[in-house]
């Protein structure tokens, strides 16, 4: 089975060779990475230039002048199935996958059934208190259980039970990916298209399947800048406490 890994980013200098440093440290080594560069102004690009060529990997950098994280993720995903992926995982430039991370996209999608999946998302824990750790955790439940039960959630007939799917930690089959029309090629301002990648997937009477197992770490770094209320209103409403959604 032909995994890829789609990793869009944006002026990710700060993250971005961690991310690529837990990528390369998996367990299970058997896989593609493409990396979208989506109008970098910083040394993303150079970090992940010198990176793979200092470790002489074949993972693939493309660009997408596109503005939005739809765009440039709907780009890296697209790339992988040219290379034939069979799977395509995603994650960010800011997120630091657990070491056995594709060894459990591996494990899922042995099940023929599996159409996609959706991982456990946690803060960096160097990053937060402890008792700050556990409350985004305590949110992020919360906001997984408003998903499951929310009204748009089940529009259009969808019957399956709605599973809240992170961007940076989901993994979908190549083909289904195709059939659904994949990331909507949209800006961070305009639709969370992780969201809508999960409803696409239910309204083709197929179901999104949620894994503790695969997890990855990802950055705080929005809730620290907006708080914790308004980071909960963002992702129910699209509800942003400033301008500026590109946080870094």
């Known amino acids: 089975m032909k995994i890829g890994v789609a990793v869009p980013f944006f002026n990710e200098e700060k993250c971005i060779e961690v991310t690529l440093e837990a990528l390369w440290a998996q367990q299970d080594r058997d896989f593609c990475v493409v990396l979208c560069d989506n109008n970098s102004t910083d040394r993303s690009v150079e970090i992940v230039t010198d990176f793979t060529r200092s470790r002489q990997l074949p993972w693939k950098l493309v660009s997408e002048s596109q503005k939005g994280t739809?765009?440039?993720?709907?780009?890296?995903?697209?790339?992988?199935v040219d290379m034939e992926c069979v799977v395509l995982a995603r994650t960010d430039a800011d997120a630091i996958p657990d070491s056995n991370w594709i060894q459990q996209i591996r494990s899922d999608f042995t099940q023929t059934a599996t159409a996609m999946v959706a991982g456990l998302s946690v803060p960096i824990r160097s990053e937060v208190s402890f008792a700050?750790?556990?409350?985004?955790?305590?949110?992020?439940?919360?906001?997984?259980?408003?998903?499951?039960?929310?009204?748009?959630?089940?529009?259009?007939?969808?019957?399956?039970?709605?599973?809240?799917?992170?961007?940076?930690?989901?993994?979908?089959?190549?083909?289904?990916?195709?059939?659904v029309g994949g990331f909507p090629r949209t800006r961070i301002e305009e639709v969370h298209e992780d969201r809508a990648l999960v409803n696409s997937v239910r309204a083709a009477g197929l179901k999104v399947k949620r894994d503790r197992a695969m997890r990855v770490a990802v950055s705080a770094r929005r809730v620290k800048r907006w708080g914790l209320v308004n980071s909960l209103r963002w992702y129910r409403s699209h509800y942003r406490p400033s301008v500026d959604v590109d946080i870094r």
């Open 70 to 80: 739809g765009a440039a993720a709907d780009t890296a995903m697209r790339a992988l």
């Open 132 to 179: 700050y750790f556990w409350m985004l955790r305590f949110a992020s439940l919360l906001a997984s259980i408003f998903g499951s039960i929310r009204a748009s959630n089940y529009s259009n007939g969808m019957r399956s039970r709605y599973v809240m799917a992170n961007g940076n930690n989901l993994a979908i089959r190549a083909e289904v990916y195709l059939k």
